[in-house]
């Protein structure tokens, strides 16, 4: 694995948001998988999830994580789901990865938390409880480090994943 960090965590935990101050903390680039497979298909995530089904999406999703593990020395920020599979899992573990813990009330409280994602449509906040009980214990299994973001905005949560990873910011 080649990347400085990975994160991981729920839609709308703020993976991106993050990894983008993470990464500009260090003077590395920052790479988003769900971006990834957009620029690959032409399509938004909520496009393929529509169109081609979630089996699909996930197919989609394993081969650009297991492609920007191998080519990105940066920051990595993961789709939510990414953690579901197994081969995803056993590339990521004892890797420096980051799960970004939000809880159901600070995504559906963040703006744009839940907008635009397939998997939140309909009772967002039901549905996101549901998708934290599923993926809880596969972010554990993953994790170096949990940053709970309660309490905390993006930049102190970047902060605290960076000095937990022992990583030095460049400036």
Known sequence: MRPLAVLVGLP???KSTVGRLMAG???VGF???DEDI???TGRSVAQLFAQDGERRFRELERAAVRTALAEHTGVLALGGGAVVDPDTRGLLTGGPVVHVDAGVRDVL?????VTGRPLLAGDAAARLRELAAQRAPFYREVARVTVPTRGRDAAQVAW????SLSL???R
Request: net charge positive; no cysteine.
């Open 109 to 113: 409280g963040r703006r744009g938390g």
């Open 38 to 40: 957009e620029a690959g």
């Open 160 to 163: 605290v994943a960076l000095r």
């Open 12 to 14: 709308g935990a703020g």
């Open 31 to 33: 790479r988003d998988t």
């Open 168 to 170: 030095r910011p460049a």
């Open 25 to 27: 903390h260090l003077g």
